[in-house]
């Protein structure tokens, strides 16, 4: 399917690994023009030198920290004519209430929940004047089935969800579209390091790490690039009627939950 994305100027942040730069490369194989956010460096410039060559686009890297004010304000200059954000910058450490203190939760927050905001806030403003644009949220199904393990990234994730909803919403008077994905397990260099480190913990082998996940749904994580090509879809002409909206892909985890 053409998703008639050809020409269009993309905006990813955390684009140097994982999703982020596997929606990097579904951009691209769509013919987008790429502005690669990160705080990587040397990796972030890699990815935009290979996609550029591939698949005869511009690709750009831009190292930024979105924790800070002056690097948004930064990146919203340098990038002001873009046509989809694709916020997906910034990990919440696991744990419960006792074992993330306030300096990490903080930490955490201003990377992904006050990085999305604020960058939302920058580039939504842009988008109203020029009347077109789609902000697409790359958010995380704990959000929705909080786990108190994970009390940090539960909370942050429901408020980000909220605040996805509440753009979204408003967002066809402006003539734009603020959507979000929720992704389950992840098969990522994080995820990956978590399920080595438990087993080590389970099995005393971390090598075994991949028979953990025999619960899963199909016996696996999600693959980065499921989540990238739906943040694709969404943000095309093809889901033009989609706005406000949270699209899970858990491999169905949050259906199998017992209410009891």
Same mark, same amino acid.
């Given at each position: ?13 955390? +684009? ?20 690669? +956010? ?13 996609? =550029? #060559? ?6 750009? +890297?831009?190292?930024?920290?979105? =924790? ?44 992904k929940v006050f ?25 995380g199904a704990a ?27 408003? +967002?066809?008077?402006?003539?734009? =579209? ?19 480190? =438990? ?26 690039e499921e989540i ?26 949050? #259906? ?5």
């Amino acid at each position: 399917m053409d998703l008639h994305l050809r020409g269009k100027r993309v905006l990813i942040t955390g +684009a140097s690994k994982g999703i982020g730069a596997a929606a990097a490369e579904a951009f691209a194989e769509e013919g987008c023009h790429l502005r690669l +956010a990160a705080r990587s460096g040397d990796q972030l410039k890699a990815l935009a030198d290979r996609l =550029r #060559s591939t698949h005869q686009i511009d690709a750009s +890297a831009h190292i930024v920290d979105l =924790r800070k004010a002056e690097d948004i304000v930064r990146l919203a200059k340098d990038a002001s004519d873009i046509d989809i954000l694709v916020n997906n910058a910034g990990a919440i450490p696991g744990g419960n209430l006792d074992a993330i203190d306030e300096k990490r939760w903080r930490e955490a927050w201003d990377l992904k929940v006050f990085g999305y905001i604020n960058m939302t806030r920058r580039f939504y403003a842009l988008m109203a004047e020029r009347k077109q644009g789609v902000i697409v949220n790359i958010i995380g199904a704990a959000g929705e089935n909080p786990d108190f393990s994970y009390v940090a990234g539960s909370s942050g994730n429901a408020s980000l969800m909220a605040f996805t909803k509440a753009m979204g919403g408003t +967002a066809p008077r402006d003539n734009l =579209r603020v959507m979000a994905i929720n992704p389950g397990p992840v098969m990522t260099e994080r995820l990956i390091t978590l399920m080595k480190t =438990r087993a080590q913990s389970d099995l005393g082998d971390p090598e075994r790490w991949q028979e953990l996940m025999q619960g899963y749904a199909f016996g696996r994580a999600a693959k980065p690039e499921e989540i990238a090509w739906m943040a694709a879809f969404l943000a095309s002409d093809r889901s033009a009627y989609t706005t406000g909206s949270i699209v899970t892909i858990d491999g169905g985890g949050g #259906s199998r939950r017992s209410a009891l």
